[in-house]
């Protein structure tokens, strides 16, 4: 038994749950929203980042985390009261597998999910003609991206947790820290240390948190790194060059990997099953 | 012995014999020797100046004319009324007491067009005068800083002339307006320069079409009044004291579809009366709308205001943000349409905190509308009094 038999009945069991097709006419909407008003620019010969754009961008940072987050760690720990993660040990198999087969299994069906959303928007805007393939391939890809970087932090907190509520409750707890609090927190430093190492914590600061480093390459991606501001001008640079985007992937891979790692710690340490 | 002295003067000779080559023609006589009326046709080769032009005459040049200046004074001085000067290139004027390549002295109805003037220190200067046409030339002044720099066209007291299809780069201002009246400005592209366009003491222009990119400020308006700017381009203007357009002490001036983008300042209005601003695109600019001093009768309605990191920066005393009927297109308001008429239910406030937050600390804008300012500007906007609220579109668009 390997991990990919764990990942395909993931996905079997995730196809005949009723939650799928909730995400599905979910994600259905949020793209429509997003491809509809993102792909018209309401101001004539103006085609830069304008707070619209953002807007739209916000919705996704908002709303993949708290999803992948919730999904994420309820299933598991639902898994984890009606005791079948309990028989899963049983069986001839590492706690690795299990891990990445869940992480393979529930990614791939959130993945599913969003390309059939994304897929559904895109034939309904096909009818109106004002299908931008651009905005429609930046958005999905960005929105499965927040997707994988929060599914390892959601099995995590799955893993840990003894049942659903509590899974719903740090989820919850987690999705505010990252999306909300984050971002006030770190304002609040760049205030009060010295002016020197303002652009020292902002750099770090990105790195720290899977939605800035989303949403600060983004906004590098889609070239309009200026509305960061002349005074941070030189991580603008930075982050634009190659170095910059081999970091961006690295840490992607690391806050996909490091969550996993903890989840593995806590289920070979037997950890309330 | 004289076969010897013939070979040493045969080799003199075989040396000096390209250095006469390469000699300029002088033109003067050229001049001098016509006759009122007459076209002189430049050869493809380079004439030396300074000359000076007093009687009505037509220089035409063709590829690779070239007249060269001394470097001391003025290329080309006109005395003359109805004199033409097309398809030449003209360079190498003194650098450092308003020196240009065309001077023109108190005539009337000069026509410049097609030439190229470059390492000049003015381009063209026109003093006193009426009726002139500058037209399809190329400008760019000697590679200093600047304020060494002379201008493109420099008008001076001067009436009636039309300015158009010119490119000039690299100069200081590419037309200079002092004490000038009635003043076309069209189609023209100024870049790399200080300021596009440069009006003090002047009276009705117009200007319109033109493209003014990576300059220090698109248009310097000062102190002149009945000035029609319109359908020009302002753009990338990114000093930190660089503006799209700046209008100050001015009286009657009329902004219409004009776009201001990616500039630090859009435009700035400071102590002016009368100014009605109109149907622009002010975007992508570290500052949108910026007024200072005391204003009288502003108008700004029917803008689209969108991407600004701040969108107005208002000091002095209010302007009006709609005309009565109409306000502008705000890309941060956040209410709705319920009537359908196109103009949302709720004033739009054009000052917050986070725009105060981000002047105090700069480094702020690394969070320009992420979820944590989204939300911050929301809790604000909740709170917000609007009654005491100065700058205010009664009539925002919504689209």
Sequence with gaps: MTSWTIAKQEFKLALRSRWLILMAVLFTLLSVILLFFGGQPVVDGFDGFTRQTASLLNLSLFLMPLLTLLVGGMLIAGEKEDGQLVLYMTYPITERAIIFGKYIGIGLSLLTVLFIGYGTSTIILLFFGTVQWSITILFFLISALLILLFLSIALSIGFFVSGRLQALGMGLLFWAFFVLLYEFIVMALSMVISAKSVLLLLTISVFLNPVELIRVFTILFLGSGTVFGPSIYDFTIWASSWVGATMFGVTALVWILCPLGIAHWILRGGRRI | ?399
């Design chain 2, 1 to 399: 012995m004289w076969v010897f002295l013939f070979l040493v003067m045969a080799f003199c000779f075989s040396f000096q014999e390209p250095v006469f080559a390469e000699e300029a023609t002088p033109l003067q006589p050229l001049i001098d020797g016509a006759s009122a009326g007459d076209i002189i046709n430049l050869e493809n080769k380079t004439y030396n100046g300074p000359i000076r032009i007093d009687k009505p005459l037509t220089l035409q040049g063709e590829e690779g004319t070239v007249i060269e200046g001394d470097r001391k004074g003025d290329v080309i001085t006109v005395e003359a009324n109805d004199v033409t000067i097309r398809s030449v290139k003209i360079n190498q004027s003194g650098l450092g007491k308003q020196h240009a390549g065309i001077i023109l002295k108190k005539v009337e109805r000069v026509t410049i067009e097609s030439n190229t003037l470059e390492q000049v220190q003015n381009g063209i200067f026109v003093r006193g005068g009426r009726q002139h046409t500058i037209r399809d030339n190329t400008f760019s002044s000697y590679d200093e800083h600047f304020a060494k720099r002379g201008n493109a066209v420099h008008l001076l007291a001067t009436k009636n002339n039309v300015i158009e299809n010119n490119k000039m780069n690299h100069v200081q201002d590419g037309v200079y307006l002092d004490d000038a009246t009635d003043t076309i400005i069209q189609n023209n592209r100024v870049t790399d320069s200080r300021y596009a366009l440069h009006f003090m003491f002047s009276r009705e222009a117009i200007a319109q079409d033109n493209q003014f990119t990576n300059n220090m400020n698109g248009i310097m308006a000062m102190n002149s009044e009945d000035i029609r700017i319109v359908d020009n381009l302002f753009e990338r203007n990114l000093n930190y004291r660089g503006f799209g357009v700046l209008i100050y002490e001015m009286k009657n001036v009329d902004f219409e579809g004009n776009q201001l983008l990616y500039n630090h300042t859009g435009l700035e209005i400071q102590s002016s009366e009368n100014v009605i601003v109109k149907n622009n695109v002010v975007a992508g600019n570290y500052i949108g709308l910026a007024s200072k001093g005391l204003n009288k009768q502003v108008v700004f309605s029917g803008n689209d205001m969108a991407g600004n990191i701040i969108q107005a920066k208002l000091a002095g005393n209010p302007i009006a943000l709609d005309d009565g009927l109409l306000g502008n297109y705000w890309d941060d308001y956040r209410s709705y349409d319920l009537t359908g008429n196109g103009i949302g239910e709720v004033p739009y406030e054009a000052s917050s905190s986070t725009s105060d937050l981000l002047q105090s600390h700069p480094h702020l804008q690394f969070y320009f509308e992420s979820p944590a300012m989204t939300i911050w500007q929301s809790v604000e906007k909740m709170f917000s009094n609007l009654k005491d609220a100065v700058n205010i579109d009664r009539f925002p668009i919504v689209k």
